[in-house]
Structures are given as C-alpha cells and as structure tokens.
Nanobody, 127 residues
Framework: QAHLVESGGGSVQAGGSLRLSCAASGYSVNTSCMGWFRQAPGKEREGVASINSNGLTAYIDSVKGRFTISSDNAKNTLYLQMDNLKPEDTGMYYC?????????????????????WGQGAQVTVSS
C-alpha cells in the first residue's frame, strides 16, 4: 500500500517561494503518473502539475512559468517548486500517485486517474 507524505507548506507574502515535498513509501515515484493538486476553501480540487514516468510534465495555465514539478528517484520523493506566489495560489496542496501504468503521454491533471493521496500541506499567500 502506497503512503504519501507532504511537507514544506507554510505562509509567505506574494512574490515569495515555497518548495513542497512528497515522500513516498510502498510506491516508486517513477512507476506512473504523479501530480500535485490543490483545493481552496469552497472550491473543487484542481490539478496543478503532473509528471509521468519519463519525466514529461504538464501544468495548468495559471502556474506555467512559476511552478516546477520534479522527482528524485534516489530519494523516492516528488517536489513542487513554487516561485512568484500569488494570493490565488492559497489552498491545501495534495500529492497524488497512480497505481496503474500510463502511456508515454503527459498525465492528465485529473483526480480520477490517481488512486493514492497524501494528507495535504497548507499553502497561504498573503498580499
């Protein structure tokens, strides 16, 4: 059974940076799709960034050029580097992983294709 644990959340001012980490156990980060999702109060959970087993990445438009997803196979950890943060980036950030194999294409930013989820890390950006 996969176990995902996020860390690195916190409170920053607009324009600041944070790096989220997701330590995986019982699952290898290069198995299939992994991604970062976020949920703001009163809103649905949305996909932010994904990475497939070949390192192909995908991002929602609002974070392109500001966020970078990466993984470290040796540490079995997924990362999300977030720069130039904006107040609208505030929310609970979740790490997710897919159990089944994926094609060579970029992973969908869709909760339905991920079976494993972490507990979340809060990110708060003040103006």
């Amino acid at each position: 059974q996969a176990h995902l644990v996020e860390s690195g959340g916190g409170s920053v001012q607009a324009g600041g940076s944070l790096r989220l980490s997701c330590a995986a156990s019982g699952y290898s980060v290069n198995t299939s799709c992994m991604g970062w999702f976020r949920q703001a109060p009163g809103k649905e959970r949305e996909g932010v960034a994904s990475i497939n087993s070949n390192g192909l990445t995908a991002y929602i438009d609002s974070v392109k050029g500001r966020f970078t997803i990466s993984s470290d196979n040796a540490k079995n950890t997924l990362y999300l580097q977030m720069d130039n943060l904006k107040p609208e980036d505030t929310g609970m950030y979740y790490c997710a992983a897919r159990r089944q194999l994926w094609s060579q294409s970029a992973c969908w930013l869709d909760t339905s294709i991920h079976e494993y989820w972490g507990q979340g890390a809060q990110v708060t950006v003040s103006s």
